[in-house]
């Protein structure tokens, strides 16, 4: 990894943090402490998972960086489902 994406993914990695602690001041307390809970795990477990990984690719940083500036828009902080077309999950038959 070099220096430099080291970096850019270490900065995200606070930038997580730093948003939790903003989010720990919005919403009704007991939400916000599971909320809170849950960002911190997640993004730990994610970041272990992938701290050995000497090539890392544009793509995953992107991810990461577009799944920040959605949970701030939506002020959200769980990924966004994703919509199914009407009708792509049909009830089995027989």
């Known amino acids: 990894m ?18 939790v602690r903003m989010q720990a001041t919005l919403g009704q307390m007991e939400d916000t402490m599971e909320e809170k809970q849950y960002m911190l795990n997640e993004a730990r477990i994610l970041f272990q998972k992938n701290k050995n990984l000497t090539d890392i690719p544009d793509q995953c940083i992107d991810e990461c960086t577009a799944q920040i500036e959605i949970g701030v828009h ?11 077309p009407p009708m792509s999950l049909t009830p089995l038959q027989g």
């Open 74 to 84: 939506y002020q959200i902080s769980y990924p966004r489902p994703v919509l199914l």
């Open 2 to 19: 070099t220096t430099a994406t080291r970096q850019e993914v270490l900065g995200l990695y606070r930038k997580i943090f730093k948003l």
